[in-house]
């Protein structure tokens, strides 16, 4: 972590959210969740959007769902998983805001495809591998103005080449590039990424630009 990070990092922390408990189980379990500073930035879009429904790619064990929740107390979150156990999880850490969503345990490429209902906040952090895949898919479900916001994007320095690649994640990398080159040059996303946590990419959905 560089001396910035690490500075940002000793000053989000003074903020109290009683996220502690799941950070600790996920770092001794090696469950993937969001950064903290990447939590921060999550709390923050989502408390100034105010999306009614939130879709989120990736639940692993209700944390970056637990501060989406927290953060506009009127949003509705659909959240896919593929893992039984980190699902199970995910409700009973999640239990307070039940009425508040849909857990799904599903392939989340199948739930996209078959998906009729359209969000207003839409959060990819499934495996990054399939960010390209599922892109088409998220464009039909987002509503007009609505906020897609993809985590992971810059892969450890590895997107950009600061870092070599992984041999093992060549076809990861190759796709990522694939994935920000899309959403930079599609006429109906403005988009921006942010080197905050691993990588975090922000757009704005328009649908009337074709
Ligand atoms: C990085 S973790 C999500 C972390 C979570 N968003 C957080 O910050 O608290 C990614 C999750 O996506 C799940 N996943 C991977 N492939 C999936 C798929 N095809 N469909 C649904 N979930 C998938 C993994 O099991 C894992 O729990």
């Known amino acids: 972590m560089d001396k910035t990070t690490e500075f940002i990092n000793s000053m ?3 903020q109290k959210f009683g ?3 799941m950070e600790i189980y996920a770092k001794e379990h090696y469950v993937p969740i969001v950064r903290k500073d990447t939590a921060n930035l999550l709390r923050i879009l989502v408390s100034a959007v105010k999306p009614k429904n ?19 107390k009127l949003a509705h979150l659909t959240t896919l998983e593929i893992d039984y156990d980190r699902l199970q999880l995910a409700k009973s850490n ?24 359209k969000f207003d906040f839409v959060f990819l952090d499934g495996a990054k591998a399939q960010y390209l895949s599922y892109l088409p898919s998220i464009m039909n479900v987002l ?9 992971n994007v810059l892969q450890d320095g590895m997107t950009a080449g600061e870092v070599p690649t992984k041999h093992k994640l060549e076809s ?8 920000l080159d899309m959403i930079c040059k599609s006429k109906n996303l ?9 990588g975090v990419s922000i757009s704005i959905f328009n649908s009337n630009i074709s």
Request: charged share 25%; net charge negative.
């Open 19 to 21: 996220d502690e408990k």
């Open 143 to 151: 509503n007009d103005g609505a906020m897609f916001v993809a985590d």
């Open 190 to 198: 403005q988009t921006t990424i942010l080197p905050i946590g691993d």
């Open 172 to 179: 990861t990398i190759d796709r990522m590039h694939k994935f």
């Open 54 to 72: 939130i879709l989120e790619i990736g639940t692993a064990i209700g944390y970056s769902g637990k501060i989406m929740l927290q953060a506009y």
């Open 12 to 14: 989000i922390c003074k």
């Open 94 to 117: 999640l239990s307070r805001f039940h009425k508040r969503i849909d857990f799904h345990l599903c392939d989340a490429g199948d739930y996209l495809l078959n998906c009729d209902k």
